[in-house]
């Protein structure tokens, strides 16, 4: 079993930055991938980026490419998401996701193990 904390959000207004952390613990040595998704009121749960723990593979959506970076820092347990140039698009509930397999990146229907999640709010 892995356990999965996101901390970081909170309300920003267009343009601004914020970092969400995701603290993982349990069964961690054998993640093959992590990822961040969010979800909107009445929209469906979307990857938002999400990376190959080992190599370091990384996937992007377009509406985030150049804007958000998904890093981790393996010592820690922990994996990042910048997110620089908000839109008030970007609001949103934003989910850690793990799993110990190499499957698709962006699914979120092939993570096992989630985050409680965190609230992002950009107004404009």
């Known amino acids: 079993q892995v356990q999965l904390v996101e901390s970081g959000g909170g309300s920003v207004q267009a343009g601004g930055s914020l970092r969400l952390s995701c603290l993982a613990s349990?069964?961690?040595?054998?993640?093959?991938?992590m990822g961040w998704f969010r979800q909107a009121p009445g929209k469906e749960r979307e990857g938002v980026a999400a990376?190959?723990?080992?190599?370091?593979?990384?996937y992007y959506a377009d509406s985030v490419k150049g804007r958000f970076t998904i890093s981790q820092d393996n010592a820690k347990n922990t994996l990042y998401l910048q997110m620089n140039s908000l839109k008030p698009e970007d609001t949103a509930i934003y989910y850690c996701?793990?799993?110990?397999?190499?499957?698709?990146?962006?699914?979120?229907?092939?993570?096992?193990?989630w985050g409680q999640g965190t609230q992002v709010t950009v107004s404009s």
């Open positions: 349990g069964y961690t040595s054998r993640i093959g991938r």
């Open positions: 990376i190959y723990i080992d190599g370091g593979t990384t």
């Open positions: 996701a793990a799993d110990h397999h190499l499957g698709a990146l962006n699914d979120p229907y092939d993570y096992n193990y």
